[in-house]
């Protein structure tokens, strides 16, 4: 299995420069206009400064005193996106859209030099849009999106099954596919900062410590990673679910599993750069009976904080004092960009 991931550099500021020439080389940023609003993303000019995405306005400017922070313009970002997935159509049929500015394409049907035609990608999609775009080249999903993160801006990298695992014992285990800010912040506790020390873990460990999570952990690593390319159109739903070692009736061990679900879940949305409106919890009974509750927000959320907000008020709607339960999950639907609705409330 061959696959690209691409990645548009710095997206939104890389539009605007196309429309202002002027701030190219100089540092400059997207987002709210006043000192308390939120930077959406940065150029690499104001990144050399210690700028980044999600900072305050305030906070940048005292980075970087000379930034120039240009106002958000959603439909001209969504067009300049669908300019951009006009023309990876035409290099696969098979392109699974992740976000606004990202995406993955199956490419085993290429003939000959893949990475030629990856350059010739590039090439194209510079030629027709004005943009740039990081590409990463590997046999799996997980790997081909490290591999486009590895010579941004405007890079190229391929990663192949001899690199595996010497080349990610480095890096740091945010990089994992799946290790979200909770979870790092979990595995650094246990004394776990690499993926070198991910590596020394064994399966049962991972399973006790993160479920089903920790076991995608363990087989990344390890270079597995049996997703597919996609493109089947808009996701439906995001959720995870887990079984009881054993059955409980016990309210506070049903609200552990569901925290740790939460948490899963909210770097499953980072991860994918999705929310949703509807948050819906399952339950399973020791006699297999299935109940679930759901509640539509009047905005989407993906924290798991506020995923436990919504859950506090549902979980009496299921839990029963004279059941036992074996199984707990966790879906979030309704779904929709993250990116798209920053760009309306900013």
Not at 255 to 281: M, P, S
Request: glycine share 6%; with cysteine.
């Amino acid at each position: 299995m061959k696959i690209l991931h691409v990645d548009l550099d710095a997206f939104y500021a890389s539009v605007e420069e196309l429309d202002h020439p002027e701030y190219k080389n100089k540092p400059m940023a997207v987002g709210g206009q006043r000192d308390d609003g939120i930077l959406t993303t940065a150029n690499y000019a104001a990144r050399a400064y210690g700028v980044h995405s999600a900072m305050p306005v305030f906070m940048a400017k005292s980075l970087c005193p000379q930034l120039k922070v240009l106002p958000l313009h959603r439909e001209k970002y969504l067009e300049k996106s669908r300019e951009v997935f006009e023309v990876l159509k035409t290099f696969s049929p098979l392109v699974e859209q992740v976000s606004i500015d990202e995406a993955y394409l199956a490419i085993d049907h290429w003939p000959g030099d893949y990475e030629k035609r990856a350059w010739d990608l590039k090439k194209a999609v510079k030629d027709k849009t004005g943009l740039t775009l990081s590409v990463g080249l590997s046999y799996n999903k997980f790997l081909a999106k490290l591999a486009s993160d590895w010579k941004k801006p405007d890079g190229f990298f391929m990663i192949g099954p001899q690199d595996i695992p010497d080349l990610l014992l480095p890096l740091k285990v945010e990089k994992v596919h799946g290790v979200g800010q909770k979870s790092a912040e979990k595995l650094k506790a246990l004394g776990i900062y690499t993926v070198q020390d991910l590596y020394q873990l064994d399966r049962a460990f991972l399973y006790q410590h993160f479920n089903k999570a920790g076991i995608q952990w363990y087989d990344r690593i390890r270079g597995i990673d049996p997703r597919e390319v996609s493109p089947s159109g808009k996701r439906k739903s995001l959720g995870t679910e887990t079984t009881l070692e054993r059955a409980s009736q016990d309210p506070e061990v049903l609200w552990t599993y569901i925290l740790d679900l939460c948490r899963e879940l909210e770097g499953d949305c980072l991860d994918k750069n999705i929310q949703g409106y509807t948050l819906t919890l399952k339950v399973k009974t020791g006699k297999f009976k299935t109940h679930t509750r759901s509640r539509t927000l009047e905005l989407p959320i993906y924290r798991a904080e506020d995923m436990v907000l919504v859950l506090e008020d549902l979980f009496p709607e299921v839990y029963q004092k004279t059941e036992s339960y074996r199984l707990v999950g966790v879906t979030l639907s309704n779904l929709m960009d993250r990116s798209i609705r920053q760009l309306t409330f900013l």
